[in-house]
């Protein structure tokens, strides 16, 4: 049976983030309401023995954690990794074009976006504005249009006939979305996110807007499709599916172990910032969680990394893509990835340790290795694991789609995947 409940929290949680920066401010205020308290990387931190905690990095990384009972953070500490970013479109700095009568938005390509599901969308903006206020202090907020201010039309078959035998895109030209008939003097950009701005926030007191970073987003709900519901159709699956569903396994997890959830951006474009997986920030904070050196790499050596990315499935229409033996089904449990050139970080005993997680909770479980005559792709897993040295297993709900404006999972998996994680975070043994 798909899980209702389970769909619906992930479908309200994707449909409220549709940028990093939303995604992270909503893993922030589910955790407030569950008694976290959210710590400022810039003060000293005083941290408690059983305290429940959250800090955020560039508003778009967010780790939470829990000490657990009293002196167990020294037993190893259970980490659930994911990332808040997806491919996209984002707008450019200099964004105004005018072209045959239409204005439109220069857009920048955000990661490997599938660039063809972007046509023919009711598409909107959203992201983060920062401006000078009136009284001349420079200020931040979350803006989101929410309703359809965009489209890229489809060129008509009949002016481009060849397009069904191979379509090329060329993303600096065929892809600036149309928001509205042109005007002279042309629109200020700017100018309509102060309109924006106003609206979400009478009180901000914006005088100019500066800079932003915004992307373009689909604005058609999730949605659980099917002749027998068994998919859950969505923007963002990757990687809001695995942020959400170690969210929810936190908040489940009886609260005795040592727990921590950490949610990157950037994942996309290679994870090398000062928020993402390759930048210092959950080194940053395990060495305040642990100030001393030594007895910090013996938590470490004692915790284990689930990395949490979706995997995937073997599509009925292109089942020469995949291994014979490794082709993961939708709604049959999450997928262990494993590649020896550690483009995964998983070894036989992160391995084992999570098929025995599964076995315990009674999830169903596959594994996943790319056929060896094609490249592999990789995720926060190993990039975390070698930065940190922590024994890491990559797992993720298998789709379709992956990268598409519109992405497909079975409606049992985001359930699975929040049941073992909970299970991980209350286990009391580790590897
Ligand atoms: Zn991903």
Same mark, same amino acid.
């Given at each position: 049976?798909?899980?209702?409940?389970?769909?619906?929290?992930?479908?309200?949680?994707?449909?409220?983030?549709?940028?990093?920066?939303?995604?992270?401010?909503?893993? $922030?205020?589910?955790?407030?309401?569950?008694?976290?308290?959210?710590?400022?990387? =810039? %003060?000293?931190? &005083? +941290?408690?023995? @059983?305290?429940?905690?959250?800090?955020?990095?560039?508003?778009?990384?967010?780790?939470?954690?829990?000490?657990?009972?009293?002196?167990?953070?020294?037993?190893?500490?259970?980490?659930?990794?994911?990332?808040?970013?997806?491919?996209?479109?984002?707008?450019?700095?200099?964004?105004?074009?005018?072209?045959?009568?239409?204005?439109?938005?220069?857009?920048?390509?955000?990661?490997?976006?599938?660039?063809?599901?972007?046509?023919?969308?009711?598409?909107?903006?959203?992201?983060?504005?920062?401006?000078?206020?009136?009284?001349?202090?420079?200020?931040?907020?979350?803006?989101?249009?929410?309703?359809?201010?965009?489209?890229?039309?489809?060129?008509?078959?009949?002016?481009?006939?060849?397009?069904?035998?191979?379509?090329?895109?060329?993303?600096? $030209?065929?892809?600036?979305?149309?928001?509205?008939?042109?005007?002279?003097?042309? =629109? %200020?950009?700017? &100018? +309509?996110?102060? @309109?924006?701005?106003?609206?979400?926030?009478?009180?901000?007191?914006?005088?100019?807007?500066?800079?932003?970073?915004?992307?373009?987003?689909?604005?058609?709900?999730?949605?659980?499709?099917?002749?027998?519901?068994?998919?859950?159709?969505?923007?963002?699956?990757?990687?809001?599916?695995?942020?959400?569903?170690?969210?929810?396994?936190?908040?489940?997890?009886?609260?005795?172990?040592?727990?921590?959830?950490?949610?990157?951006?950037?994942?996309?474009?290679?994870?090398?910032?000062?928020?993402?997986?390759?930048?210092?920030?959950?080194?940053?904070?395990?060495?305040?969680?642990?100030?001393?050196?030594?007895?910090?790499?013996?938590?470490?050596?004692?915790?284990?990394?689930?990395?949490?990315?979706?995997?995937?499935?073997?599509?009925?229409?292109?089942?020469?893509?995949?291994?014979?033996?490794?082709?993961?089904?939708?709604?049959?449990?999450?997928?262990?990835?494993?590649?020896?050139?550690?483009?995964?970080?998983?070894?036989?005993?992160?391995?084992?340790?999570?098929?025995?997680?599964?076995?315990?909770?009674?999830?169903?479980?596959?594994?996943?290795?790319?056929?060896?005559?094609?490249?592999?792709?990789?995720?926060?897993?190993?990039?975390?694991?070698?930065?940190?040295?922590?024994?890491?297993?990559?797992?993720?709900?298998?789709?379709?789609?992956?990268?598409?404006?519109?992405?497909?999972?079975?409606?049992?998996?985001?359930?699975?995947?929040?049941?073992?994680?909970?299970?991980?975070?209350?286990?009391?043994?580790?590897?």
């Amino acid at each position: 049976m798909p899980q209702p409940s389970v769909n619906q929290a992930l479908a309200d949680f994707i449909q409220a983030s549709p940028t990093p920066f939303h995604a992270t401010e909503n893993l $922030t205020q589910r955790l407030l309401a569950h008694g976290y308290e959210q710590l400022d990387e =810039r %003060d000293e931190w &005083a +941290l408690q023995p @059983a305290g429940k905690y959250l800090v955020t990095r560039n508003g778009s990384s967010l780790i939470a954690f829990h000490m657990g009972a009293s002196g167990a953070v020294d037993e190893g500490i259970r980490m659930v990794g994911a990332h808040t970013d997806s491919p996209c479109l984002r707008v450019k700095p200099q964004p105004e074009l005018n072209q045959q009568g239409l204005w439109q938005l220069a857009i920048e390509v955000y990661g490997g976006a599938l660039l063809a599901p972007w046509f023919d969308r009711d598409l909107s903006i959203a992201g983060r504005v920062t401006f000078r206020t009136r009284e001349g202090k420079l200020d931040s907020r979350l803006i989101n249009f929410e309703r359809p201010i965009a489209v890229i039309p489809s060129l008509a078959i009949h002016l481009n006939r060849g397009v069904n035998d191979g379509l090329a895109i060329n993303a600096q $030209t065929d892809l600036p979305p149309i928001l509205a008939m042109a005007l002279e003097p042309q =629109r %200020d950009f700017r &100018a +309509l996110l102060g @309109a924006q701005l106003a609206q979400e926030y009478p009180d901000c007191q914006a005088d100019q807007v500066l800079d932003y970073e915004l992307c373009f987003f689909d604005t058609q709900a999730p949605s659980t499709i099917g002749l027998e519901d068994d998919f859950f159709a969505s923007a963002r699956l990757d990687n809001l599916l695995s942020c959400h569903a170690g969210l929810q396994a936190l908040l489940a997890s009886s609260g005795q172990q040592p727990s921590l959830l950490i949610c990157t951006d950037h994942e996309e474009v290679g994870s090398t910032s000062a928020c993402g997986a390759d930048g210092p920030f959950l080194e940053d904070v395990l060495s305040r969680v642990i100030p001393d050196a030594s007895k910090r790499i013996q938590v470490i050596q004692r915790s284990v990394m689930v990395s949490a990315d979706n995997a995937h499935a073997v599509h009925p229409n292109f089942a020469d893509r995949h291994d014979t033996n490794h082709g993961p089904r939708l709604n049959a449990g999450p997928v262990i990835k494993i590649n020896s050139n550690q483009r995964y970080a998983t070894s036989s005993e992160t391995a084992a340790f999570f098929r025995n997680l599964c076995n315990e909770a009674e999830v169903p479980v596959q594994s996943f290795v790319v056929r060896s005559d094609m490249g592999c792709g990789s995720t926060i897993g190993p990039i975390t694991a070698s930065r940190l040295g922590v024994r890491t297993v990559d797992v993720g709900v298998p789709t379709f789609a992956m990268h598409s404006v519109r992405e497909l999972a079975g409606s049992r998996d985001a359930a699975y995947l929040t049941t073992v994680l909970t299970r991980f975070y209350d286990s009391e043994q580790l590897i």
